[in-house]
């Protein structure tokens, strides 16, 4: 078994978003010890440094990551696509906002409202490019739920991607789903 640094231990507390108190509560120790522990003042014990592994695998295993609540199978729409097929596709489906991707890469977003805002006659031939936004919001599988919630605030909808590859969508509606 690989034991944790104090460098490993303060770096996996703090992306978890626990202050020193949090996890000493959690391992049953006290604030000061794991302040010495993280400082590199003091080595463990073996079993107190247990405790304190567990209690960071525990708070670890209760957050939740956007992987957890992401929508999959994404309907989507190309770029090239036209403005009629994408309201198609949204009336159909029942979604006021489609991704917009080429090739499994997320190009845009194109809402209900975007396609409102012109004004042409012969809007429905344009193609979606047209008239999508280009500014989205994308995110890591593993991004947590506060870091989904920041990006939500401003965004009607984050998308979730690996490697440049479009895995999935959150949106409000999927966030509240998950909290009932």
């Known amino acids: 078994m690989d034991l944790p640094t104090p460098a490993d231990l303060r770096e996996r507390r703090t992306n978890l978003g626990l202050t020193q108190s949090d996890l000493a509560n959690r391992a049953d120790v006290s604030q000061p010890l794991i302040a010495r522990i993280e400082g590199g003042d003091v080595d463990?014990?073996?079993?107190?440094?247990?405790?304190?592994?567990?209690?960071l695998d525990e708070a670890e295993s209760?957050?939740?990551?956007?992987?957890?609540i992401m929508h999959e199978g994404v309907v989507?729409?190309?770029p090239d696509d036209s403005l009629r097929e994408a309201i198609d596709?949204?009336?159909?489906?029942g979604y006021s906002q489609l991704p917009v991707v080429r090739d499994g890469r997320p190009q845009g977003i194109i809402s209900n409202s975007d396609i409102r805002q012109l004004e042409e006659e012969s809007a429905?031939?344009?193609p979606v490019a047209d008239a999508m936004?280009?500014?989205?919001t994308t995110v890591e599988p593993t991004a947590t739920m506060d870091e989904v919630n920041a990006h939500l605030n401003h965004q009607d909808?984050?998308?979730v991607v690996e490697d440049g590859q479009l895995l999935g969508i959150i949106t409000e509606a999927d966030v509240a789903a998950h909290m009932s």
């Open 157 to 159: 909808a984050v998308m």
């Open 124 to 126: 429905g031939e344009l």
């Open 76 to 78: 989507t729409v190309a």
């Open 89 to 93: 596709v949204m009336v159909k489906e």
């Open 44 to 55: 463990p014990r073996l079993s107190t440094l247990r405790r304190i592994v567990n209690a």
């Open 133 to 136: 936004r280009e500014a989205i």
């Open 62 to 68: 209760a957050v939740m990551h956007a992987e957890d």
